[in-house]
């Protein structure tokens, strides 16, 4: 019963690295989602993948790529990391949209020196 | 443009008190007014939820007001415990269309015993 699962949990990457955020979900979810957090200003859509085949901008778009992989995965790209994307990334998943509520998974604390 | 504001940004509450965190929506095409509850190191969770066609929503201690007219809501938290304490997002989309959700920033309750 693992729900949404994250990897990895903690990074640190130096500017201009790249790297990609992975996230799987078990529960046959249709939509899924990334979100940023930072204090203050709650959570941010990034990207979100409505189905499988689809994906779509969100809020803060810049700076990032996805993939949805198949129905399970929705991987999250940073190509060359800046410090303004020091953040707490969160990937959720709906059974179809918002209405269904979200499940979370546990988050990547991502730090870009 | 923010489109669903929270406040207050901190809450302190004595054990036994009642929790209340407003939120005000702009766009009035939102049908589907959700809150979210997160422990620290941990993912949100869906607490409660409420729609347009009812003014309000309850569901043990926590209770949702709805104002359309006003295009606000809020959540009641009766009788508070220390096991309350945690960060509250309010949420807004549409249920159809772009199907993702759009947080406030966020309320940290504390409360005391």
């Known amino acids: 019963n693992a729900g949404v699962t994250q990897t990895p949990k903690f990074q640190v990457l130096k500017t201009g690295q790249s790297m990609t955020l992975q996230c799987a979900q078990d529960?046959?979810?249709?939509?899924m989602y990334w979100y940023r957090q930072d204090p203050g200003m709650g959570l941010r859509l990034i990207y979100y993948?409505?189905?499988?085949?689809?994906?779509d901008k969100g809020e803060v778009p810049n700076g990032y790529n996805v993939s949805r992989l198949n129905k399970r995965e929705f991987s999250l790209r940073l190509e060359s990391a800046a410090p303004s994307q020091t953040s707490v990334y969160f990937c959720?998943?709906?059974?179809?949209?918002?209405?269904?509520?979200?499940?979370f998974g546990s988050g990547t604390r991502l730090t870009v020196v | 443009q923010q489109q669903v504001k929270q406040s207050p940004q901190s809450l302190i509450v004595q054990k036994g008190g009642i929790s209340i965190i407003n939120c005000a929506y702009e766009?009035?095409?939102?049908?589907?007014f959700p809150w979210y509850q997160q422990f620290p190191g941990k993912g949100p969770a869906l607490l409660i939820a409420?729609?347009?066609?009812?003014s309000e929503k309850k569901e043990g201690r926590f209770t949702i007001s709805f104002n359309k007219s006003a295009k606000q809501f809020s959540l009641h938290i009766m009788d508070s415990q220390p096991g309350d304490s945690a960060t509250y997002f309010c949420?807004?989309?549409?249920?159809?269309?772009?199907?993702?959700?759009?947080f406030g920033s966020g309320t940290r309750l504390q409360v005391q015993p």
């Open positions: 959720a998943s709906s059974l179809t949209g918002a209405g269904y509520g979200y499940t």
């Open positions: 529960m046959n979810h249709n939509s």
């Open positions: 993948s409505a189905s499988e085949g689809t994906t």
């Open positions: 766009n009035t095409a939102f049908d589907y």
């Open positions: 409420i729609r347009p066609d009812v």
């Open positions: 949420a807004a989309s549409r249920d159809t269309g772009r199907r993702a959700l759009t």
